[in-house]
């Protein structure tokens, strides 16, 4: 069956400070990994994927078939970045019909 | 551009009621549709997916249904709502491999 887990569910770290926030998932095929970040009252919106490479906000994930992982990562915290992530594997070449881990809340303190 | 409407965006109901909330896109043409839902302490979970008009997939046994009476509407409903229906929904769009684009959501209530 088909998993993601984010194995924490609060993460804080200082201003400056590197942010990672894992992502682990269990898939036997070809998987379509994703972020979703959800700030204070706004709406679920993506933030990346791994077949695009890129870069949104200063954020980058890797996806690493050998570990089944798909972390966040983003080298210096600013305070805009608190908030709730999401990972989410794709599991459709049709429908893209998304399993999501629990989430990590993200902290950034001043 | 594209956007997309859910509402209502509150709603407490009592058990055995029904339920109907609804969802409509802007600005594409044959999206494929997605009911989530979010209970308390869960991740979010897909109900139910739509690529067309009437076509509906079902992920989950459970006490609601799905409709897609037009190309960007999509509409989630129950008969008698269970103090299990409580949560939060949100509906969703794509287009191809390029991300699901979700609603401000709809969080149900079941007294």
């Known amino acids: 069956a088909q998993r993601v887990t984010q194995p924490e569910k609060l993460l804080s770290v200082f201003k400056g400070a590197p942010v990672e926030l894992k992502c682990n998932y269990s898939?036997?095929?070809?998987?379509?990994l994703f972020w979703y970040v959800q700030y204070s009252r706004q709406r679920l919106q993506l933030l990346l994927r791994?077949?695009s490479r890129e870069s949104i906000k200063g954020f980058t994930a890797d996806l690493n078939k050998g570990e089944t992982s798909f972390h966040l990562k983003k080298p210096f915290a600013q305070e805009e970045d608190s908030a709730m992530y999401y990972c989410?594997?794709?599991?459709?070449?049709?429908?893209?019909?998304?399993?999501f881990g629990q989430g990590t809340r993200l902290t950034i303190n001043p | 551009s594209q956007t997309i409407h859910q509402w209502p965006a509150t709603l407490v109901q009592p058990v055995g009621s029904p339920l109907s909330l609804e969802c409509t896109v802007e600005?594409?043409?044959?999206?494929?549709l997605y009911w989530y839902r979010q209970a308390a302490g869960r991740g979010l979970q897909l109900l139910f997916y739509?690529?067309?008009?009437?076509?509906i997939s079902s992920e989950v046994p459970q006490n609601l249904s799905a409709s897609r009476p037009q190309d960007r509407q999509f509409i989630l409903s129950s008969k008698k709502l269970l103090l299990s229906d409580s949560g939060f929904y949100l509906c969703?769009?794509?287009?191809?491999?390029?991300?699901?684009?979700f609603g401000p959501g709809t969080r149900l209530t079941v007294t």
């Open positions: 600005g594409t043409s044959n999206p494929n």
């Open positions: 791994h077949i």
């Open positions: 739509s690529v067309g008009i009437g076509q």
């Open positions: 898939y036997s095929g070809s998987p379509e």
């Open positions: 969703a769009w794509s287009y191809g491999s390029g991300g699901s684009y």
């Open positions: 989410a594997l794709s599991t459709s070449q049709g429908a893209q019909k998304l399993v």
